[in-house]
Nanobody, 123 residues
Framework: QVQLVESGGGLVEPGGSLRLSCAAS????????VGWFRQGPGKEREFVAA????????YYAESAKGRFTISRDNTKNTMYLQMNSLKPEDTAVYYC????????????????WGQGTQVTVSS
């Protein structure tokens, strides 16, 4: 059973920044693609970003392009989501995910999820 522990959520004003982290209990972390999804109030869960095991392939949702950056440190078994220029519509619970093999934007591709961390963008 994979354990994913997220941190870094909180309350931020519009235009501000937050960095989410997610530590994974995996022996071969570099063999796993990792990503982030989010679920806003009254909304469906949606893809945000994903990165391959080596970091060579990265995917972003249109809403994240130019503002969010996904990264990983395979020496620390940790993934990150740097979020800049945050907007009220970015308010959501953010979930980290992992899957063995290639990265995908499909929610059905991920069986292992973190517990979620709340991000609230409000003045």
């Amino acid at each position: 059973q994979v354990q994913l522990v997220e941190s870094g959520g909180g309350l931020v004003e519009p235009g501000g920044s937050l960095r989410l982290s997610c530590a994974a209990s995996l022996r071969t972390f570099s063999s796993y693609a990792v990503g982030w999804f989010r679920q806003g109030p009254g909304k469906e869960r949606e893809f945000v970003a994903a990165i391959s095991g080596s970091g060579g392939r990265i995917y972003y949702a249109e809403s994240a392009k130019g503002r969010f950056t996904i990264s990983r440190d395979n020496t620390k078994n940790t993934m990150y989501l740097q979020m800049n220029s945050l907007k009220p519509e970015d308010t959501a619970v953010y979930y980290c995910v992992v899957r063995f093999g290639y990265a995908t934007m499909a929610i059905s591709g991920y069986a292992d999820w973190g517990q979620g961390t709340q991000v609230t963008v409000s003045s």
